[in-house]
């Protein structure tokens, strides 16, 4: 049976180049980039070359770029170094859709003594402005607002959000996990001051993240030890992936615009087709505005481990916005906060694609979708 | 991923008995569409109470619709008053098992049985509402006497696994302290029955259980520090111990005897053993 990969937003397929790269690094060219010696300098050379790589992807300059084990570190390091430096301010900002890597940390903060707004979404998961404009406030130590949502795929205001709160004297952070590689970021004319990706939602392996840290902006380290990353990170730093996230970050660099037309293309058949054959189901989140390769969609009445389930049997691996996929018994908080009315909410699915998705791939999930919400529904007990 | 059995699989993926049941004279409804799961189960019960045919319908994840299944084949040809025996394990069991956090889904399933029997007995519905069952979760509408009901029934031992079977706790939160009280006053009462005086223990049987309790609960929770114990010997009621590894140098050594492998030995073994360092 043939895999139809649509959980991209979970995690991507190492693209070969980016395996080819990085095998080096795993037998003779293993020297430590911190040694004195030339044979560990190479080493260090192509970290750097891979730093500059990524820096390039981003808009940025490679000493903004503190390379992390993933996007939850991150994640973690930014608002940890937010708090830290300005122990004067109490107050932060973020929304109720963030990722848990974020969500999970400023309540931690708020369990601390923190004051804390979390923005709420409207009904198609898109932030109130006015109600971010009156949340900043002279106390505000940083707001920290997810690029793009990785349920729904919706992409906020960042640029105007950043600027608003730069007009306040306050920390931007971002959480780009699910932005970087799928559309393009420029942070010469974007003024956040932070900003956090993971390698593995762009075809780099798992285990590798990196923060930028704008120049100028104050940090502290959330992992101390040795003088790796210039101070900013202690600990060897993970060659073989730091290569491999330069790489690609190239790929991404050199193919990012005929990708995100023809991964939005696929997308956008597969979700018509879906739509168009089965009854009672609804698209999540803001159709205009979100990224080319994410679609959130929901089905009345049936529940979404069921679905998951069955679409697994046919070889289709998709995500589930229910509860029970996670052990948790509640809908997803975005779709919650989003308001999507329960008898939608439990039923939704997230199928998200890659550079590697296929038409074969849509056609055959196009195919099939409609049989399985059909047997579920067939079993369930509403069916209004 | 969950771990499901080959039965929840095939029962998941070829329900049997699906669908509304014409001429059922019972039905038992459980659970909603907030909940995100809901069972309806529709029975034909004869005059002599024998349950001559049973059907569902289920909304839910694999494991709500497999015990959903299962259970409508477990309980046709049955007296009515043997299936109200039938337990949420006794359908998990049927199932092979069911993965911890989905028991709620057997539970769901003994439910909407009694529930339809209730109704064909002409009882009210809701059988909590006798019991004078307070609401304890409102995000599942759970009271206080299903809570009780699932930690008697399954013996639970933590607000987790309350959750687990009842749902309650498992969304907002709010209510996991009320739960954390329950389970607390349930336990305490179990424990008093378990306190009847135990029979006193021979020389050997001493020795083999003290054996098993530095084995199975000491020496994984030294191990954790980078210690270890040994036992020296057993003579009467006063067992020898010597720690080795970290534990050994440790200055709060004495701490470690009197706070960790007395404490245990006395829960496991016997309540007045003396431990004594070599
Ligand atoms: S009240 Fe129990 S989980 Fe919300």
């Not at chain 1, 830290?84 to 859709?97: G, W």
């Not at chain 1, 009345?300 to 069955?310: F, H, P, Q, S, Y």
């Not at chain 2, 829960?267 to 360092?277: A, K, L, M, T």
């Amino acid at each position: 049976m043939k895999t139809i990969y649509l959980d991209n937003n979970a995690t991507t397929a190492v693209a070969p180049e980016v395996r080819d790269a990085i095998v080096p690094y795993l037998s003779d060219l293993y020297g430590n980039p911190s040694s004195m010696h030339t044979f560990g300098g190479q080493v260090g050379d192509a970290v750097e070359a891979a730093r500059e790589n990524l820096a390039n992807l981003l808009g940025a300059s490679p000493d903004e770029i503190l390379f992390t084990s993933c996007g939850s570190e991150s994640d973690n390091a930014a608002i940890w170094s937010a708090v830290q430096t300005q122990p004067e301010k109490r107050h932060l900002i973020t929304t109720r859709v963030e990722h848990p890597a974020v969500l999970n940390v400023i309540q931690h903060w708020e369990r601390h003594g923190y004051r804390v707004t979390y923005l709420g979404v409207d009904n198609k998961g898109r932030l109130d402005m006015d109600e971010y404009a009156q949340a900043l406030s002279e106390d505000t130590a940083l707001v920290s607002i997810m690029f793009a949502n990785n349920e729904v795929g919706n992409i906020y205001p960042i640029q105007r959000m950043s600027e608003m709160a730069h007009e306040k004297g306050i920390l931007f952070h971002t959480d780009a996990v699910q932005t970087v590689g799928k559309t393009p970021i420029d942070l010469s004319h974007l003024p956040v001051d932070m900003l956090s990706l993971s390698g593995h939602k762009l075809h780099a392996p798992k285990g590798i993240g990196a923060l930028y840290i704008r120049k100028g902006v104050r940090f502290r380290p959330f992992l101390r030890g040795g003088h790796q990353e210039r101070g900013r990170r202690a600990g060897t730093e993970n060659v073989p992936y730091i290569i491999g996230m330069g790489v690609a970050a190239q790929l991404a660099l050199d193919h990012m615009q005929e990708e995100r037309v023809q991964v939005a293309l696929l997308r956008d058949k597969l979700e018509a087709g879906i739509l168009e054959r089965i009854p009672d189901s609804m698209v999540n989140g803001d159709i205009e505005n979100r990224l080319p390769n994410t679609s959130n969609i929901s089905f009345k009445n049936v529940e979404g481990e069921a679905i998951l389930l069955m679409l697994d049997r046919l070889g289709i691996c998709a995500s589930s916005g229910s509860a029970c996929t996670s052990g948790s018994l509640e809908p997803s908080h975005v779709l919650r906060a989003m308001g999507v009315p329960f008898n939608y909410a439990h039923g939704s699915v997230r199928l998200s694609l890659s550079r590697y998705t296929t038409d074969e791939d849509v056609d055959f999930v196009i195919e099939h979708f409609p049989q399985v919400i059909e047997t579920l529904r067939a079993i369930s007990p509403f069916k209004d | 991923m969950w771990n499901y059995t080959e039965a929840v699989h095939d029962h998941f993926l070829r329900p049997h008995n699906v669908g509304p049941l014409e001429g059922a004279n019972a039905i038992g409804e459980v659970g909603s569409l907030a909940c995100g799961d809901a069972l309806k189960l529709y029975l034909k019960i004869s005059e002599q109470g024998i349950i001559e045919d049973a059907t569902f319908e289920t909304f839910g994840c694999a494991s709500a619709i497999a015990s959903s299944s299962v259970l409508t084949d477990m309980i046709k040809g049955m007296h009515v008053e043997d299936a109200l025996k039938i337990s949420n394990k006794d359908i998990a069991n049927s199932l092979g098992g069911l993965p911890k956090q989905k028991m709620h889904c057997s539970v769901m399933g003994q439910e909407a049985l009694e529930a339809a029997i209730r109704q064909w007995k002409g009882e009210p519905p809701v059988p909590h509402a006798h019991e004078e069952g307070k609401l304890v979760c409102k995000c599942f509408g759970v009271t206080d006497a299903q809570i009780i009901r699932a930690i008697r029934e399954n013996g639970l031992k933590t607000v987790e696994e309350v959750t687990n079977y009842t749902k309650a706790g498992g969304a907002c939160g709010e209510c996991l302290d009320e739960i954390g009280e329950i389970l607390a006053a349930e336990l305490k009462q179990t424990s008093f029955v378990e306190l009847k005086p135990k029979q006193r223990l021979t020389n050997v049987q001493r020795m083999q259980l003290v054996l098993k309790t530095i084995e199975e609960e000491i020496r994984p929770l030294l191990a954790a520090d980078g210690g270890d114990i040994e036992l020296v010997d057993v003579d009467g009621l006063r067992v020898v111990v010597s720690l080795r590894g970290r534990c050994a140098q440790c200055r709060s050594s004495d701490v470690t005897i009197r706070d960790l492998v007395q404490r245990l030995l006395r829960e496991h073994v016997e309540p007045d053993i003396v431990v004594e360092e070599a």
